[in-house]
Every structure is written in C-alpha cells, then in structure tokens.
C-alpha cells in the first residue's frame, strides 16, 4: 500500500528553467509534509517542508504548494541549477512530535542539463 | 558539528549469514531511526527510539531483525539470518526532538550501509 506516490522516476530539465516535482498522497490524516534530496552515495538531505495549515512555503529557490483537496504537493526549483540534479523523495507523517515517522514515496530523480 | 556516522558502509554476505551495522547520531538528538531502502524504493522505517525506548518498531521483521540502543546513544541493527531480499541500504538518521526538533523539523541521515546479500 503505497501511500505516497511519486509517479514520475525521472525528469530531465535545462540549466535556469523551472523544475517541477509531483507528489500524491492517499492518506489524509498526512499533515506534514516534508521534501529530501539525496545524491548518489550519501543519506538524503532536508530541502524543505510544510504543515498543512499552509497551502505554499518557499526557501531560496525552492518552493513547496500543498493541494489537500487533492491530496497533492509539488517542489519547484526556479532557477535549476546542474547541482540540484539529484532524488528528491517526498515524505508525509501523521503530526510532527516525536512519535511521528516519516512515509516516504519511491523517488524522482532529476537532472539538469547545460 | 559532526554528522550521523554509521559502519561498515557495505557488506556482503551469503544467506542465513549475520551482519550488523553500527551507527552513531548526532551528539545531542534523543531520536534515532533506522532505515530500510530497496533500490528503486523509498526508505522504509524500521525502529524509531526515544532515547533508549523504542517508539515504533511496526515494520521490523522481529524474527530476522534486532535493535538496540544502549544508553540512548549509539545503535546496532542486526539481521540474522539474511535472507536475499534483505539487500537494501540502511539509513540511519537522528534528530533532535522527532519530526519537530529545531525550525524545521528534519531528519539527519548517515551516508547508509549498503547490504548486498548473495
């Protein structure tokens, strides 16, 4: 039972073009929504994250829309830049204390091109 | 500040063989959790400890898998016996108070140890 989907594997993106990262959820007791990126070799690293009291949370270059209606958040990266080419996992969990574990979905990879 | 630190980095062995990873998180952060990744999947959670009390150990294959955290520190996870589709890499990661430690939330990964099971 896959609660959170990531249903794209891979995209491709140039150098200073928006990347867009889609991510699905299927359950809506989710309210806490959080973004990894992980380079080949090394643990994921935290990107961002956001409660489900807000609908967007932007940091740098990195924003994040919540759609809980439909259940779906995105990742844009406005400039993508060649190091932001990575896996970025979306992840949800049930509240945000210290009980609270992280569901991961399976990945989408991204590389940007020159 | 230092990172999670985890060992050996990669492991083979044959089936029915025992291995276990070692990982140390970052000084100061009461909770630890260990991490399944199958390749082409998202981590998988395996035990979550509080200190030195497990919080959820739902998805751990209790008849395979043992873990432990003595003093609220330091971690071992161990497999015995492997089976083949225990290859995966193991994530440890740590934070400092659950999902809501510090600003944002986050958990601290260790680079992972990969086991690949023949």
């Known amino acids: 039972d896959q609660q959170v989907k990531q249903n794209s594997p891979s995209l491709s993106v140039q150098e200073g073009r928006i990347s867009i990262l889609n991510c699905d959820y299927t359950?809506?007791?989710?309210?806490?929504f959080l973004w990894y990126k992980k380079y080949p070799a090394e643990g994921p690293t935290f990107l961002i994250s956001i409660s489900s009291i807000k609908d967007k949370n932007e940091d740098g270059r990195f924003t994040v829309f919540l759609n809980k209606s439909a259940k779906h958040l995105s990742l844009h990266i406005v400039p993508s830049q060649p190091g932001d080419s990575a896996v970025y996992f979306c992840?949800?969990?049930?509240?945000?204390?210290?009980?609270?574990?992280?569901?991961f979905g399976t990945g989408t990879r991204l590389q940007v091109t020159l | 500040e230092a990172g999670v630190a985890q060992s050996p980095r990669y492991k083979i062995i044959e089936k029915r063989q025992s291995v276990a990873f070692w990982c140390n998180p970052i000084?100061?952060?009461?909770?630890l959790y260990w991490y399944q990744q199958i390749l082409g999947q998202g981590p998988k959670l395996l035990i979550q400890f509080q200190n030195n009390g497990v919080v959820d150990d739902s998805q751990l294959p209790k008849d395979r898998f043992s873990a432990e955290r003595l003093k609220g520190v330091d971690s071992t996870l161990k497999i015995q016996p492997a089976k083949l589709e225990d290859s995966a890499v193991y994530l440890c990661?740590?934070?400092?108070?659950?999902?809501?430690?510090?600003?944002?939330?986050?958990?601290?990964f260790g680079e992972g140890s990969r086991l690949t099971v023949l």
């Open positions: 000084s100061g952060h009461a909770t």
């Open positions: 359950n809506s007791m989710f309210d806490y």
């Open positions: 990661a740590s934070s400092f108070r659950g999902l809501a430690g510090g600003n944002t939330g986050e958990l601290f």
């Open positions: 992840a949800a969990s049930v509240g945000a204390g210290t009980a609270s574990k992280l569901t």
